[in-house]
């Protein structure tokens, strides 16, 4: 296959994909990153968009057998944010034109937390009358909930499905008859019936995982008309049943990570490539496998950042996996520090814009 037929092409197949996330020569891939970057640049600009991400709490009910939080790591402070200091943090990003708001926690699915959520939403849509987009990252739920959430004002959700190999996820999953994948892939459909601007995206490197199943997982998105994705490496976290395999079957070398970085960046690309106009976030994954991750990613096409505006004191508590970036740091200095990284890639952040995916207003009819 020659590479620069398939970057001229107007529409991507399976096995070009696959073509292109096997890349290695430095050469080829400059060329593929470079053709990505020129994609951002005809249906995005060269604005890249901020959401303030707080981790506002790491209690979880699940136990997902590669995350450093999952509910059996007896090892981990559990946190819940004071109310205070959530309506705090939120106003601090409005206050410092993020424009977007993403709160993120473990899943908890009872009337607690989800009235809880519902109310914290109403107070930061308060916060400069509606000035702050605001996304959600609270796991599955019912329809009823997403509807409630959606009502109380969030407008966009992201729910990873983690691997579009159903086989491959519950190898990932505890097999208790409570981590299906099809209930995962519902809730992306219940999400979309009820409105949001929908985001879902995959694990990188996972073991098992082949380059025609993350061509498959592209083939996803674009199969449930998805907006915003956000994706990245898999990260080995120590205190982990996949991490201890990982680690005991010698798979976790600086060659190997040298890999599920190149595989996270060549997914960034691919998929700019054949979706064009969705948003894409670069990862903090990514900087845990190399000081430079994101700003790779951006260059190769990705649009988002998700700068940390977690509370310091339970930085260290909210850890999906090791080497997790910016734990030093408080939200001024990881304002600054992706401010600096942005320029540095001859970007400009899109202050006090909200940055919605095109893609979304450019399929409302195909919206359920
Ligand atoms: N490495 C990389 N990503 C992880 N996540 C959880 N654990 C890890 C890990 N060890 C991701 C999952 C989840 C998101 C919140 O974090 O994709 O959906
Ligand atoms: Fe919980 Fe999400 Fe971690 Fe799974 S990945 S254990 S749902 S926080």
Not at 11 to 29: A, H, R
Not at 229 to 237: C, D, E, K, L, T
Not at 322 to 338: F, I
Request: net charge negative; hydrophobic share 40%; aromatic share 8%.
């Amino acid at each position: 296959m020659d590479l620069q037929t398939v970057l001229h092409k107007d529409k991507l197949n399976k096995e070009d994909l696959v073509f292109l996330l096997g890349l290695t020569d430095p050469q080829d891939l400059q060329a593929f990153y470079a053709a990505a970057y020129a994609v951002k640049l005809e249906y995005i600009g060269n604005v890249d968009f901020y959401r303030g991400l707080l981790e506002f709490s790491n209690r979880c009910i699940k136990n997902c057998r590669y995350c450093g939080i999952r509910r059996g790591n007896t090892e981990v402070v559990r946190f819940d944010t004071p109310r205070e200091d959530i309506l705090h943090m939120a106003r601090w990003c409005y206050e410092n034109h993020y424009g977007s708001l993403c709160l993120q926690s473990g899943e908890r699915q009872d009337e607690a937390f989800i009235s809880y959520v519902e109310g914290l939403i109403r107070d930061i849509k308060r916060i400069g009358g509606g000035a702050l987009g605001l996304t959600l990252c609270c796991g599955e739920q019912t329809e009823a909930t997403y509807r409630r959430w959606f009502e109380a004002g969030a407008h966009r959700y992201l729910l990873r499905i983690e691997t579009s190999n159903p086989a491959l996820y519950a190898a990932l999953h505890p097999q208790d008859g409570h981590h299906e994948w099809q209930v995962r892939k519902d809730c992306l459909d219940a999400l979309a019936r009820t409105g949001w601007q929908v985001g879902t995206g995959v694990m990188i490197g996972l073991p098992g995982q082949t380059l025609e199943d993350l061509a498959d997982d592209i083939l996803f998105y674009e199969a449930q008309n998805i907006a915003m994705i956000g994706m990245g490496p898999y990260v080995v976290h120590h205190n982990t049943p996949i991490g201890n395999e990982v680690v005991a079957a010698g798979k976790d070398s600086p060659a190997d990570r040298e890999r599920r970085l190149r595989l996270g960046i060549n997914m960034v690309a691919a998929t700019r490539l054949y979706l064009k106009d969705v948003n894409i976030a670069a990862t903090t994954a990514l900087q845990a496998l190399h000081p430079l991750g994101r700003e790779m990613a951006l260059k190769a096409g990705a649009n988002i950042l998700m700068p940390l505006v977690t509370l310091p004191r339970f930085r260290t508590q909210y850890q999906l996996y090791d080497n997790k970036p910016c734990l030093e740091d408080g939200q001024e200095e990881c304002k600054n520090c992706l401010a600096s990284r942005v320029a540095s890639i001859g970007d400009r952040v899109g202050w006090d814009q909200w940055g919605d995916s095109p893609h979304f207003f450019n399929t409302l009819d195909r919206q359920p």
